[in-house]
Nanobody, 126 residues
Framework: QVRLVESGGGSVQAGGSLRLSCVAS????????MSWFRQAPGKEREGVAA???????TYADSVRGRFTISKDNAADTLYLQMNSLKPEDTAMYYC????????????????????WGQGTQVTVSS
């Protein structure tokens, strides 16, 4: 059974940085798309960044240039380096992954992913 465990959330001041991690287990190989989503109180879940099995990446306009997604295939771990954080980045951040060998066409669409972590909270104060 696939399991995703996020870590690295916390509280920072605006302009600061955080690095989120998501360890995947239960896969028989590391060829699966992964992504980060976030959900703020009272708002819908939104896609932040995604990496496909061909290593192409996709970013939401709101984070492009500030956030970097990367994947360590050997460790089957997904990362999200978040720089120049803003108060509007405050949210619960979720890791998501798809079945192996599936090329995700719409990387920032939540319906593209079959597996989800429990989330890690990021709070940015002004």
């Amino acid at each position: 059974q696939v399991r995703l465990v996020e870590s690295g959330g916390g509280s920072v001041q605006a302009g600061g940085s955080l690095r989120l991690s998501c360890v995947a287990s239960g896969y028989t190989n590391n060829m699966h798309a992964m992504s980060w989503f976030r959900q703020a109180p009272g708002k819908e879940r939104e896609g932040v960044a995604a990496v496909n099995i061909d290593t192409t990446t996709t970013y939401a306009d709101s984070v492009r240039g500030r956030f970097t997604i990367s994947k360590d295939n050997a460790a089957d771990t997904l990362y999200l380096q978040m720089n120049s954080l803003k108060p509007e980045d405050t949210a619960m951040y979720y890791c998501a992954a798809d079945k192996p060998w599936v090329v995700v066409v719409t990387g920032l669409d939540a319906s593209s992913y079959d597996y989800w972590g429990q989330g890690t909270q990021v709070t940015v104060s002004s």
